[in-house]
């Protein structure tokens, strides 16, 4: 029986175009979001096999919505893909405590989400160079739109830093947006400029207070 439906599903593809595309579209799509290709090579025009230009440092993102995991473990899953694009985009961190907590959350914020749209035009772009073809209003092209729109939802949400402030110390969160537990910002905790009270100390010393205090170092 399930040999019969696959046939019955095949030939009605294949009598199809606008709905063998979609479905050549939607089997690639998670891969897209995620790497900005898919598993044969960079995003490429299925019918003429041009290839679609792209940066040389492609950062890989969560995609929830194709996702396979349940809801506890895609928070896992969400909250390290965040961990590693961080690490990626933030600044040093002594350039961290060079300006305010807020300004440089705001930068981080900034490159996350430029990132993600970079991610998000190749994927539409990619997606309308294979479907430009078709009628916009055919069913099977809208519902793999409306699909690609969920992700690029998801996907905003999973980059949204939380920016509460620490639960250790006076810098903000780096987790995700609405993340459970504890907030961090995913330092020691520690400031790391030099003590200020230099008759104290017969050799350079570093502050003992929690990042992103105010006031002297001491």
């Not at 995620?34 to 890989?60: F, I």
């Not at 396979?68 to 961290?96: C, D, M, P, W």
Request: glycine share 4%; net charge neutral.
């Amino acid at each position: 029986m399930a040999n019969i439906d696959r046939e019955t599903s095949d030939r009605s593809l294949n009598r199809d175009p606008a709905a063998h595309r979609a479905w050549q579209l939607l089997k690639r799509l998670p891969d897209a979001l995620r790497y900005g290709r898919d598993e044969e090579g960079p995003l490429k025009n299925l019918d003429t096999n041009a290839q679609l230009p792209v940066s040389d440092q492609m950062h890989p993102f969560f995609v929830s919505e194709f996702s396979v995991a349940n809801e506890a473990e895609k928070k896992i899953l969400a909250e390290y893909a965040l961990h590693l694009l961080v690490q990626s985009f933030g600044q040093a961190t002594s350039t961290r405590y060079q300006t305010s907590d807020a300004l440089y959350v705001k930068t981080l914020q900034k490159a996350l989400y430029a990132a993600l749209d970079q991610r998000l035009a190749l994927v539409r772009q990619w997606m309308t160079m294979n479907t430009e073809q078709f009628p916009s209003n055919n069913q099977d092209i809208r519902n793999l739109t409306s699909k690609l729109d969920a992700a690029a939802l998801a996907m905003r949400a999973s980059v949204r830093l939380c920016s509460s402030w620490c639960s250790s110390c006076q810098l903000l969160c780096l987790r995700v947006h609405r993340h459970s537990g504890g907030h961090n910002c995913g330092t020691n905790h520690q400031c790391v400029l030099d003590c200020e009270i230099s008759e104290e100390h017969t050799q350079r010393t570093s502050c003992g207070l929690p990042a992103g205090h105010k006031g002297r170092h001491m």
